[in-house]
């Protein structure tokens, strides 16, 4: 791979200092986290997709500063939030998902744990409010290996925080993150996020599952790969029977912004290029969506997409785990026009 400012996405990444506490990066909070009240501030939301129960777990939110989008109009984009009566800077929840059929419990992502401060790292919080122990999941999907995807797969001590649990990771981001060479022509600022990378997966030494291409990880749910915003990015489609879900995660920052602009992409994509073209897809998908005459007739949807990182209604008193379809149709409808028949004009 060719290491460019392109690489590691538009310019200098100083805005890599805005993810990384000045906290140690692993275990120094895992104590007080664990040890707060999960009725405080946990998140779930369960729902059913088919025989799969689905459960969204919110780790908390980052404020996401129009500087984070390089490439927006400043003035397009805050008639964007004022639009969907957003602040600025925009609050930006980061969720997981856990996926359950039986006893078999899979989780996709694992939040920031202690890296990103404490309105994150609240996944431990979540789980216990869905009544699921980590020492309950099987399976944990890595969907990449920035920080508020995988740091929390370590608990006190260092220790792996789901110790029953295989890690699935796309074989190309483990590549990547674990090449000295990548590493050593690497920012500066971006050399914190290869030691992330790396320690996340140590405690699990003998269980990381590396995947290639669209292959099943678990039944019911299938790996689609997604480059772009890292080089292994995945996104996942699960299914039961006729139900359908996609599950994108940092496909879309933040929708207020990227569903009208997918060429805005965040400094933190690692290829610009592809991550604005999957963003594109995505925002052509979720178009179509809620152009279709079946989009708007309940919470959920036989096939419906989900966020793992989402933009809060405004009416929400903080950023959850915002996962009802007719919410984002709420988003969509307002801000496109469809014919009768359900096509974009």
């Known amino acids: 791979m060719n290491i460019d400012r392109r690489t590691f996405g538009i310019g200098t990444f100083s805005a890599g200092a805005l993810l990384l506490s000045p906290i140690s990066l692993f275990g120094s909070n895992a104590a007080a986290i664990a040890a707060r009240s999960p ?21 908390g939110y980052l404020n996401l500063g129009l500087e984070l989008f390089p490439s927006a109009d400043t003035a397009a984009a805050e008639a964007l939030l004022a639009k969907a009566f957003l602040p600025k800077p925009l609050p930006t929840s980061v969720n997981a998902y856990l996926v359950t059929k039986g006893d078999r419990r899979v989780l996709i992502d694992t939040g920031t744990a202690s890296a990103m401060g404490p309105i994150l790292g609240h996944i431990p919080e979540a789980l216990a409010a869905a009544g699921v122990r980590p020492e309950e999941i099987d399976t944990v999907i890595i969907t990449h290996l920035h920080p508020d995807h995988a740091n929390g797969l370590v608990g006190i001590g260092g220790k792996a925080a789901f110790p029953a649990a295989e890690v699935v990771v796309a074989a190309p981001e483990f590549a990547f993150w674990h090449d000295d060479g990548i590493r050593s022509k690497a ?37 689609l790969p997604a480059p772009g915003h890292t080089p292994g990015h995945l996104a996942l489609r699960i299914g039961s029977g006729d139900a359908n879900l996609l599950l994108f995660t940092d496909v879309i920052h933040a ?18 290029e592809a991550a604005i073209a999957h963003a594109r897809r995505c925002s052509t998908w979720c178009r179509r969506m809620a152009c279709s005459s079946q989009a708007c007739t309940g919470p959920f949807q036989a ?43």
Not at 42 to 58: C, K, N
């Open 39 to 59: 009725a405080s501030l946990a998140s779930a939301h369960r729902f059913m997709l088919g025989d799969l129960e689905i459960t969204a777990l919110s780790d």
């Open 187 to 223: 920012p500066d600022q971006m050399k914190p996020y290869f030691e992330i990378a790396r320690k996340s997966l140590v405690p699990y030494h003998g269980k990381v599952r590396k995947i290639e291409g669209e292959v099943e990880i678990a039944p019911g749910i299938r790996a």
């Open 255 to 272: 929708s207020a912004l990227q569903l009208a602009h997918p060429e805005w992409a965040i400094a933190f994509d690692v290829d610009q």
């Open 303 to 345: 096939s419906v997409m989900l966020f793992a990182r989402a933009t809060p209604m405004a009416t929400s008193r903080r950023p959850g785990p915002l996962c009802e379809a007719r919410l984002l149709v709420s988003f969509l409808t307002s801000t496109m026009e469809c014919n009768p028949a359900g096509a974009l004009v």
